[in-house]
């Protein structure tokens, strides 16, 4: 089993920043993508960035220039700097890792943390 567990969420105004971390931890298993989602109330789960071992990273449009997402290989640690946030990026974020055994693998999701853009 993998664990994943997110933290830095709040509450923030307009045009101000936050920033995400999660950590994923496994004995036996290798972290390999790691990626942020988000869902607002009454939609459907979305990706916002996601991050592979090797640093390639994709986007969605709607967050493209205004988030970035790294991470600590050695720690199995992302991050989600988020800038210029906006009432629209209201959600709770989920971290997803995905993991091998060596043999199959596995998606793990984190428990979630809320932002909440608002003046």
């Known amino acids: 089993q993998v664990q994943v567990a997110e933290s830095g969420g709040g509450l923030v105004q307009p045009g101000g920043s936050l920033r995400l971390s999660c950590a994923a931890s496994?004995?036996?298993?290798?972290?390999?993508?790691m990626g942020w989602y988000r869902q607002a109330p009454g939609k459907e789960r979305e990706l916002v960035a996601r991050?592979?071992?090797?640093?390639?990273?994709n986007y969605a449009d709607s967050v493209k220039g205004r988030f970035t997402i790294s991470r600590d290989n050695a720690k199995n640690t992302v991050y989600l700097q988020m800038n210029s946030l906006k009432p629209e990026d209201t959600a709770v974020y989920y971290c997803?890792?995905?993991?091998?055994?060596?043999?199959?693998?596995?998606?793990?999701w984190g428990q979630g943390t809320q932002v909440t853009v608002s003046s």
């Open positions: 997803r890792a995905e993991a091998d055994d060596y043999l199959l693998q596995y998606n793990y």
């Open positions: 496994g004995s036996g298993f290798r972290i390999n993508t």
């Open positions: 991050i592979t071992s090797g640093g390639s990273t």
